[in-house]
């Protein structure tokens, strides 16, 4: 099961969310893109509340400078956001491919 959390907005709770899903399902934790890593990363919050062994965290896709979204923040910092850099890095670490590439991940 892969899930993906989102919301508009920041501090509107999708790294709490986020760290009680983790904790709860004892998933993996793998967030593609992060933006404001100024401010510090999601994932280290995140592995920061949660107290089981098995989860594991894996890095991000990219790492952007400014806490923005994502595409302003990747055009201050000179990065162009790849959606099959994303997609192959999901595969990857899901073992789910999907079956056309119009499908949404």
Request: no cysteine; charged share 20%.
């Amino acid at each position: 099961m892969n899930l993906f959390i989102t919301g508009i907005g920041t501090n509107v709770g999708k790294t709490v969310v986020s760290a009680v899903l983790t904790e709860a399902l004892q998933a993996d934790y793998w967030k593609p893109i992060q933006s404001g890593v100024v401010e510090g990363k999601d994932s280290d919050t995140v592995k920061s509340l949660i107290t089981n062994s098995k989860s594991v965290f894996h890095a991000e896709t990219y790492l952007l400078q400014e806490p923005l979204s994502p595409h302003f923040a990747a055009k201050l910092d000179g990065v162009e956001i790849e959606l099959s850099k994303i997609y192959n890095q999901f595969v990857r670490l899901s073992g789910v491919e999907a079956k056309s590439t119009n499908q949404v991940i």
